[in-house]
């Protein structure tokens, strides 16, 4: 763990997972059946699979109409009210635990630190100012765009992350819970860290290929010399 942080000169971090609990408050599964009511509502009902009909993850059903060539202002209708539900949720968004203290001490040892989510980078920006972090990110918050085709696990956002910090993929290190992240991350030649809540999620990891995965950020933070954590924990 020590050898993977320290060769990183920059770190980026998924945003939903790694540094917050977006839908803490509202379930997120709550927002994908807004964006099916809303896809009735405009007359596209025929864009919704099966899946997607029954998904509990918004992006997947907004990647997947955007997927079945919907128009255009219906996609823009969709992807602004997912915008406006992560950027309510924003405001009651659950700190991962020790993601705030990591973001910290990545910044105060002279790391570029980055978030390259599938979020609104709205949303995204809301959350570091009301927790305090803007100041150690700087900016480098680099989301969703009007092309969706572009949400990972397609490497767009990785690449502009890197591309915004000048930072060599193979120096650089991105943090994230979903296999599309380790996709994203691996498509751009940048090493990864899996981020697992359990059982589950570490075997999903390790059966895509993912060499390193913690449970806890806590063990980062251990191999920066910060918390209380071992730095040769098994990740």
């Known amino acids: 763990m020590r050898g993977l942080v320290s060769n990183a000169h920059c770190v980026l971090f998924d945003f939903d997972g790694p540094v917050c609990q977006l839908f803490a408050v509202r379930s997120a599964e709550s927002v994908a059946v807004r964006l099916r009511s809303l896809t009735d509502e405009l007359a596209a009902s025929g864009l919704l699979t099966a899946e997607l009909r029954t998904s509990s993850d918004p992006h997947r059903v907004l990647r997947g109409i955007a997927g079945r060539g919907p128009s255009a202002a219906v996609l823009s209708r969709l992807e602004a009210a997912l915008t406006q539900e992560e950027v309510s949720a924003a405001a009651s968004a659950r700190p991962t635990p020790y993601a705030a203290a990591l973001i910290a001490a990545l910044a105060s040892r002279g790391r570029q630190v ?4 599938n979020n609104s980078p709205l949303a995204a920006g809301r959350y570091l100012e009301r927790q305090q972090l803007t100041g150690y990110v700087g900016g480098r918050v680099y989301g ?3 092309d969706l085709a572009l949400l990972k696990p397609h490497p767009d956002s990785v690449l ?17 819970d979903s296999l599309a992240d380790h996709a994203a991350a691996t498509a751009a030649g940048v090493p990864f860290l899996g981020y697992a809540l359990d059982d589950a999620g570490e075997d999903a990891f390790r059966a895509a290929g993912a060499r390193h995965v913690v449970r806890s950020l806590q063990w980062v933070l251990a191999a920066l010399g910060q918390g209380n954590g071992r730095a040769d924990a098994p990740f």
């Open 144 to 146: 969703r765009t009007g």
């Open 160 to 176: 502009r992350a890197l591309a915004g910090t000048g930072a060599d993929p193979a120096r650089s290190l991105m943090i994230g």
């Open 114 to 117: 980055a978030i390259a989510t």
